[in-house]
């Protein structure tokens, strides 16, 4: 028979390994891009898929923007923009939005066709718990607000990423 100092000790052991377990959460939350083509047009939404047990707050969507080609701009590109969302995405639903509107914008508002590299970072919270979820890089062609083709891009990804962008 074992003496008690060996008994807790592995009573201890078990505790702290079954707590650090239950601390952390696998978060099923998968963000991403895609064009909605409706009357004609084509929209660049981003889809954010709650595939999880528990709802998900999200607050923004931060979008980044580099080798801009674009011909003629009516405002100074930013190549960065920031989405607001501020919204729950319930257990086992989705949330579809436009990020057109900011795109446009970070590009300096061009007008006719243009194109450039696009990152996404989804800012999410479950609990008191915040994290970020980063989608991959896409060659992205607009005309104006409406999106014209979205391929990704893997191999662009060290180019197109800054190397210490904090969210």
């Known amino acids: 028979m074992l003496g008690d100092g060996v ?7 078990w505790w702290r390994k079954a707590g650090s377990e239950s601390e952390h959460i696998e978060i099923k939350f998968a963000p991403e891009l895609r064009i909605n083509r409706q009357d004609g047009g084509g929209s660049l939404d981003l889809l954010l898929m709650n595939n999880a047990g528990m709802t998900v ?4 969507a931060i979008v ?3 080798h801009l080609d674009a011909i003629w701009q009516t405002s100074i590109p930013t ?6 969302i501020r919204q729950n995405v319930r257990a086992n639903e989705s949330l579809e939005l436009s990020l057109a509107g900011a795109i446009y914008d970070a590009a300096g508002r061009a007008q006719g066709r243009y194109s450039c590299l696009i990152f996404v970072v989804v800012r999410c919270r479950v ?4 994290f970020n979820k980063a989608l991959d890089t ?9 999106a ?3 391929h990704r891009s893997r191999w662009y990804e060290k180019k197109a990423r800054p190397s210490d962008h904090s969210v």
């Open 7 to 13: 008994w807790k000790h592995r009573l201890f052991r």
């Open 57 to 60: 707050w999200v607050e923004e």
């Open 64 to 66: 980044g923007l580099t």
């Open 79 to 84: 190549g960065r923009a920031r989405h607001e």
């Open 127 to 130: 609990g008191e718990e915040w």
């Open 138 to 146: 896409y060659k992205l062609e607009m005309t104006g607000l409406k």
């Open 148 to 150: 014209r083709s979205l």
